[in-house]
């Protein structure tokens, strides 16, 4: 069952049908912005995405605007603080690849210029290629992380049904993957 299928009959619709209408599928512009969704789809690994929007105000917080130059420098204080934050999910694995993630993406600032410079360069990509990256580049990031990853920043088709009257305002916005 696609998003906009499922959207539309999830019980809790209005909190979904706002992601839905106005940034699934949207192309992302800044490194904070990209990094900020890369460490939502981690930690919705095993949750519901309903958990993670429910909780999205309180990662925005806990990590600082998901600025990832403040997030790398974090040490173990700022880890600990992580872990003991009841707003977030407060799993080891997922708040170290969040933070090693941040050194990550610094570095592909320092190389690139940017996140999105990183991802451009790499793109167009199939969704086997983009995995094989992301697992040499990131941590924690499995198949289904990189796809959704993916797919609502603009890099990959498939955020909305065709027949979705948001596909269309996404494919006006022109993300990455129409440009091919």
Not at 71 to 82: F, I, K, S, T, V
Request: glycine content about 6%.
């Amino acid at each position: 069952m696609s998003y906009c299928t499922w959207v539309a009959a999830h019980p809790e619709e209005r909190l979904h049908r706002a992601y839905h209408d106005h940034r699934y599928g949207f192309p992302l512009q800044g490194d904070a912005e990209l990094f900020g969704r890369l460490i939502l789809e981690i930690n919705q690994a095993g949750l519901s995405w309903t958990t993670i929007l429910k909780k999205e105000e309180a990662f925005e917080r806990a990590y600082e605007g998901f600025d990832p130059v403040r997030l790398a420098a974090y040490g173990e204080a700022e880890r600990a603080r992580l872990l003991a934050d009841a707003g977030i999910i407060r799993n080891r694995l997922k708040v170290d690849a969040a933070l090693a993630n941040a050194r990550t993406v610094c570095e592909l600032q320092v190389r690139y210029g940017s996140f999105r410079a990183w991802l451009e360069a790499h793109h167009p990509r199939d969704h086997a290629a983009w995995v094989k990256l992301f697992k040499a580049t990131f941590r924690f990031t499995g198949g289904e992380i990189v796809k959704e990853f993916l797919m609502s920043t603009g890099y990959l088709p498939g955020a909305h049904d065709p027949d979705c009257p948001v596909h269309a305002r996404v494919l006006a916005a022109r993300p990455p993957w129409t440009l091919v």
